[in-house]
């Protein structure tokens, strides 16, 4: 689909981070939209964001989590559009703490936002993809889908997960060449994400190294849309961990644990909050600040870390 012009495309997890910065760029390129999130007000201010873009988007107030909510935003976007082109699954959440701090129900609010919610998305669109005979499926998934992260286990869970997903739907869809399941596998990006987030560790969550742009992961689902293919990853770092997981994983999770564990007891301390799991947050920006605050650091930095982490589990299998 290399003109975007006039594709009807659906965007799950519109209201902040990612998803609002791929609505800017689809309406840019004059795309009709359907955006969907959990608080109306916002999703009202990101439509006016694209209407003033010249694009023609409606808002439909939508939990993933829920089935029935999921299909009846299918039903908006073909009663309003006729059809749906493209459906970019990107609504996600997460809890940071040590498993047994965070509460059982986070985990399972975790799992089922970022998974079964992407499930639902995928369920509620494949039978208007099929009678179409053509549509294009981004899934929203991260690095954390091949690199488990220590105290966000739920996350790690739920990613993991989603890569599954993703290579068992594109398997069985095979024999339909118009329908495409595409990936989007991004290493750290600058959104409010970590600011939302449930944090059970005592202490405030930061980012640091190279940090993407929410609009860097936009252009990539663009990309997607134009030539979908199974995957793409963005970002120095993704790609860095990911080698260090195939050649040494054991390695990769003990630096993981240690980075982790000594990032945070030595961060200032902050209340324990449910975040945005089971409330829409109030934040609702492109960008989270992260980028701004991050040290700076040479983007080799991952590369170097990785190639450290191979360099020691080679030297101790010698």
Known sequence: MPEIRNAVVVIAGASSGIGRAAAQVFARHGARLVLAGRSKETL?????????????????????????????????????????????????????????????????????TNLIGEMNGAHAVLPVFKRQGHGILINTISMGAWVPAPFAVSYSASKFGLRGFSEALRAELQDWPGIHVCDVFPGMVDTPGLRHGANYTGHRIAAGGPILSPFQVAEAMLSLARRPRGAVTIGLDAWALRIAHAIAPAPLRWAAARVMGRALSRAPRAALSDGNLFTAPQDHAIYGGFRRDARPRIPRAAWMTAAGIIGFWLARRR
């Open 44 to 112: 009202d201010s990101v439509v006016a964001e694209c209407t003033r873009l010249s694009a023609d988007a409606i808002a439909v107030p939508t939990d993933v989590s829920d089935s029935a909510a999921v299909q009846r935003l299918v039903w908006a976007a073909t009663g309003r559009f006729g059809r749906i082109d493209v459906w970019i699954n990107n609504a996600g959440v997460g809890a940071v703490g040590p498993f047994e701090s965070v509460p059982a129900e986070a985990h399972a609010q975790v799992v089922h």
